[in-house]
């Protein structure tokens, strides 16, 4: 339930940033419930560093995550039946974890499902909103919970984003050398200064 929360809150920012969230759409993503204890928690602390990171990656990669429908299915403009899109969102997954779970790989499948509503609502398909969250929750379960729970569940993610904020001898080598050179080159331009005056 925590995935599909998350899955429905970055849907939803993700069409806010492509400006096709309408009072229909809206309304569409309002009917989907999720009811689990823990979701508010999830959302307020985790969600902000998925949508981070997952804004990221559709910067980094616009061909990956724009026109998604048509890099699935040469008849995306006929979107598929519910069981066809399940069998297209399967396969996705299936050939990204093909090479192992890691997070930048579910917050990458997290993009292609807020690519993939983006492309449904632009068809006009807001209807088929519910069942991408309901199916992107079926593959977390049935994939993923394994990999989720041995890595601290959805909160894991914030220790892998603190302990990249969190520096390295390198990076204090780097900001002491900075300071260093800071000091030296003002204390050339003053001494320069000083000689000009006097």
Not at 150 to 172: C, N, Q
Request: some cysteine.
């Amino acid at each position: 339930a925590q995935g599909k929360c998350l899955c429905l809150q970055y849907i939803r920012c993700r069409l806010k940033r492509a400006g096709a969230l309408n009072r229909k759409v809206v309304q569409r993503l309002r009917t989907i419930t999720i009811e689990s204890p823990n979701t508010n928690t999830i959302t307020r602390d985790v969600f902000p560093i998925l949508n981070g990171l997952g804004e990221e990656l559709e910067r980094m990669h616009p061909r990956v995550y724009n026109n998604v429908g048509r890099q699935l299915s040469r008849a995306w403009s006929d979107l598929p039946e519910a069981d066809t899109l399940s069998l297209l969102l399967a396969e996705v997954a299936k050939e990204l974890f093909r090479g192992g779970t890691t997070w930048a790989r579910v917050i990458s499948f997290i993009a292609v499902m807020g690519g993939l509503a983006l492309d449904c609502v632009r068809l006009g398909r807001s209807d088929a909103l519910p069942r991408l969250v309901e199916v992107f929750g079926h593959i977390i379960e049935e994939d993923l919970m394994v990999w989720l729970e041995a890595h601290g569940g959805w909160k894991g993610l914030l220790v892998i984003r603190a302990s990249a904020t969190e520096y390295t001898v390198m990076g204090w080598l780097s900001i002491g050398v900075a300071f260093l050179s800071t000091v030296y080159l003002s204390t050339c331009i003053l001494d320069s200064l000083r000689r000009l005056i006097f």
